[in-house]
């Protein structure tokens, strides 16, 4: 499946951004997609996740109560909506899709259980 990434752009601080993840095609497989972000001269992280059958949602502390990941199944399409960015909130963020096993527990965070993935989208908070 083919993941289409848009709604990055630069925010002040304080501000708000919502990215959007389209899938190219509907896939009943799909177990769980995710938000991951990579800052210049850091490791990949885990943003924010939810799995497709139920829902259930999962979030880095750093995000908690700020952002919000949902889903449009009707549109095979991803959101997060980020409130309250901070200057290190900025970040290439991607977008990331599990479809050939369920992901169970923490493993939701990884980004090594994700097998598609879309193309970053910047997001630059001016402080």
């Known amino acids: 499946v083919q993941l289409v990434v848009s709604g990055g752009g630069l925010v002040q601080a304080g501000g708000s951004l919502r990215l959007s993840c389209a899938a190219s095609?509907?896939?009943?497989?799909?177990?769980?997609m995710g938000w991951f972000r990579q800052a210049p001269g850091k490791e990949r992280e885990f943003v924010a996740a939810?799995?497709?059958?139920?829902?259930?949602?999962s979030y880095a502390d750093s995000v908690k109560g700020r952002f919000t990941i949902s889903r449009d199944n009707a549109k095979n399409t991803v959101y997060l909506q980020m409130n309250s960015l901070k200057p290190e909130d900025a970040a290439v963020y991607y977008c990331?899709?599990?479809?050939?096993?369920?992901?169970?527990?923490?493993?939701?965070?990884?980004?090594?259980?994700?097998?598609?993935w879309g193309q970053g989208t910047q997001v630059i908070v001016s402080s």
């Open positions: 990331a899709a599990a479809t050939r096993r369920p992901l169970v527990g923490d493993t939701i965070t990884r980004p090594q259980a994700y097998d598609s």
């Open positions: 095609e509907r896939t009943f497989s799909t177990y769980a």
């Open positions: 939810i799995r497709w059958s139920g829902g259930n949602t």
